[in-house]
């Protein structure tokens, strides 16, 4: 389902909540993120281009996802011109055609999303931003919230999630949020 829809329908009461949102106005979030969304500039495996810096961005073709939540830092950015796909797979694709410069994208699901699509890509380092991501509730689910955010303390405390995370993702939480800590925008 696209984000877009699916966020309306959280905030109609038809879903109790949205996983992997930063804070939005109208929904209810613990107070402690549940995950990081570090974005980074990737190019084809071939490109030219070698590390992101905000001056080589200038006039060039910058693929991003419509209706996903980025931070201030990308959505303010004049210098450079937007190109809107659907969906990561679809933005990997033009990518892939050479029909974006480079795609700003989630540092976590973009490699399996690009073998998927078959599309050999590179990240331009450093990575560019990252915001703290929330399991994001109807406001009539504040029930949900305070047990959420008293579960996630516990699971925090006694090294859970990160056994967790080290074992379905590429770090721990803890490792992920000491690294994206310095680029993380504020909620």
């Given at each position: 389902?696209?984000?877009?829809?699916?966020?309306?329908?959280?905030?109609?009461?038809?879903?109790?909540?949205?996983?992997?949102?930063?804070?939005?106005?109208?929904?209810?979030?613990?107070?402690?993120?549940?995950?990081?969304?570090?974005?980074?500039?990737?190019?084809?495996?071939?490109?030219?281009i070698?590390?992101?810096?905000?001056n080589?961005?200038?006039?060039q073709?910058?693929?991003?996802?419509?209706?996903?939540?980025?931070?201030?830092?990308?959505?303010?950015?004049?210098?450079?011109?937007?190109?809107?796909?659907?969906?990561?797979?679809?933005?990997?694709?033009?990518?892939?055609?050479?029909?974006?410069?480079?795609?700003?994208?989630?540092?976590?699901?973009?490699?399996?999303?690009?073998?998927?699509?078959?599309v050999?890509?590179?990240?331009?380092?450093?990575?560019?931003?990252?915001?703290?991501?929330y399991?994001?509730?109807?406001?009539?689910?504040?029930?949900?919230?305070?047990?959420?955010?008293?579960?996630?303390?516990?699971?925090?405390?006694?090294?859970?999630?990160?056994?967790?995370?080290?074992?379905?993702?590429?770090?721990?939480?803890s490792?992920?949020?000491?690294?994206?800590?310095?680029?993380?925008?504020?909620?």
């Amino acid at each position: 389902m696209p984000w877009g829809r699916c966020e309306k329908m959280v905030f109609s009461g038809d879903y109790d909540a949205i996983l992997d949102s930063v804070k939005v106005s109208g929904l209810i979030t613990p107070s402690i993120p549940t995950s990081f969304y570090p974005l980074g500039a990737y190019v084809n495996k071939d490109s030219e281009i070698t590390e992101f810096n905000w001056n080589r961005v200038n006039n060039q073709r910058a693929g991003l996802v419509i209706n996903y939540h980025y931070a201030d830092i990308i959505l303010k950015n004049k210098d450079w011109t937007v190109v809107a796909a659907e969906t990561e797979e679809k933005l990997l694709t033009l990518l892939g055609k050479n029909r974006v410069d480079f795609a700003i994208l989630d540092y976590f699901s973009v490699v399996k999303l690009s073998e998927k699509v078959g599309v050999e890509i590179r990240l331009l380092y450093p990575l560019i931003v990252s915001q703290n991501l929330y399991l994001c509730f109807n406001s009539k689910r504040s029930d949900l919230v305070a047990q959420l955010d008293k579960k996630i303390k516990e699971m925090l405390d006694d090294g859970t999630i990160d056994a967790i995370y080290k074992k379905y993702s590429i770090k721990s939480y803890s490792e992920i949020q000491n690294e994206v800590i310095s680029i993380t925008e504020p909620d």
